[in-house]
Each structure stands twice: as C-alpha cells, then as structure tokens.
Nanobody, 123 residues
C-alpha cells in the first residue's frame, strides 16, 4: 500500500493552468498504476486520467483530453496532472489514487487514495 498526498490546487481564471502533484510514500509506488479523479459539488467522483506503472500508457476522460496531461517520476515517487485551458466545469476536488491497472476508470477499482486538493476555476 501507499500513502498519497496531493498538492497544487488553487483558484485560477478560466483559460489558465495548474499543475497538481501527488507525492507517494512506500517503495511499492513504482509498481502501481496511478489515477486522477475529481468530484465536483453535488456530483459523483469521476475519472480524469490514469498512467501505467512505467508511464508508458496513459488514459484520459474525453472531457479533459487535449487539455490535461498525466505524468509520473518514479525516482521522486510523484505523479503529476498538468491542467491547461481550464474551464469553470473543471472546478472540483481532485484526488490521486493507486491501482493495479491504468485502464480502470471506476473509483472502487483503486485501493489507496489521497485526501484531495481543491481546484476552483472562475469564469
């Protein structure tokens, strides 16, 4: 198992950018796929992006494809989410999670979660 801590959230204007980080503890980090999810006000938690254990494969939700980029640095035990051209509908708490496969898109398929970081996009 891994412990995860997200950072980098904040308030940004529409069209702006933010880069989220998720720092992991534990030597098993590099063996897990990693995902980013988000939960907006009154909404269910939804898949945003995922990356394989070695960074070779990535998956994105259609709503963020072309705007967000997931990456990881196993030497630093960190996964990132670069978010560009942000929109008000991207406002949510963003969570990182560890899982067994980067192709999994449902929260219950991930076994460890961070506490989340708030992203607010103003119009």
């Amino acid at each position: 198992q891994v412990q995860l801590v997200e950072s980098g959230g904040g308030l940004v204007q529409s069209g702006g950018s933010l880069k989220l980080s998720c720092a992991a503890s534990g030597r098993t980090f590099r063996t897990f796929a990693m995902g980013w999810f988000r939960q907006g006000p009154g909404k269910e938690r939804e898949f945003v992006a995922a990356i394989s254990w070695n960074g070779g494969n990535t998956y994105y939700a259609d709503s963020v494809k072309g705007r967000f980029t997931i990456s990881r640095d196993n030497a630093k035990n960190t996964v990132y989410l670069q978010m560009n051209i942000l929109k008000p509908e991207d406002t949510a708490v963003y969570y990182c999670a560890a899982g067994f496969s980067e192709s999994q898109r449902y929260p219950n398929q991930y076994h460890d979660w961070g506490q989340g970081t708030q992203v607010t996009v103003s119009s």
